[in-house]
């Protein structure tokens, strides 16, 4: 497929249903309330934001720095039709840029990790071919999808 042009925008009260949709026909879990609210609250469009081409919402990243001196990814979900587009590697990308600022490196970041259920093989290709490797299982991480393991994916700066 081609790669698009895409622009990146905040996430905000007034389109954060965007996200939900978003989340909700890219991810196999379904977030709470809190999710969202606790997304917008955080006013960071360096780790949180949307990929718009022309004009529309196709994709979108969330994330928050741990206080462990790491950028955990929360959500990363694209549209299926804008797959393999190069949309989900541009909004990574723009969070491993951040993390090689001045600020993040003042902030102390020095990892991005992230949890992937152990049978999507799609996502852990898609990671490790950005750098991130496969770390440690984790039993029973997920409550209400099948199988409910996951591996932890991490990308050392």
């Known amino acids: 497929m081609k790669e698009i042009v895409i622009d990146f925008g905040g996430i905000t009260n ?3 249903e965007q996200l939900r949709i978003i989340n909700s026909t890219s991810l196999p879990i379904a977030y709470a309330d809190g999710f969202y609210k606790d997304v917008v609250k955080a006013k960071n469009e360096t780790l949180n934001k949307y990929a718009y081409h022309n004009g529309f919402v196709i994709g979108a990243i969330c994330c928050r720095v741990q206080d462990d001196s790491k950028i955990y990814i929360m959500t990363l979900g694209v549209l299926p039709s804008y797959r393999g587009r190069n949309v989900g590697t541009k909004l990574v990308q723009s969070v ?9 490196q003042k902030e102390g970041i020095q990892e991005i990790a992230l949890h992937v259920q152990i049978n999507n093989e799609d996502a852990i290709k898609f990671y490790e071919r950005l750098g991130f490797q496969k770390g440690d299982m984790v039993e029973n991480y997920y409550k209400r999808i099948d199988p409910p393991h996951c591996y932890i994916l991490r990308k050392e700066l």
């Open 14 to 16: 007034d389109n954060v």
């Open 96 to 104: 491993l840029d951040y993390a090689n600022t001045e600020e993040a």
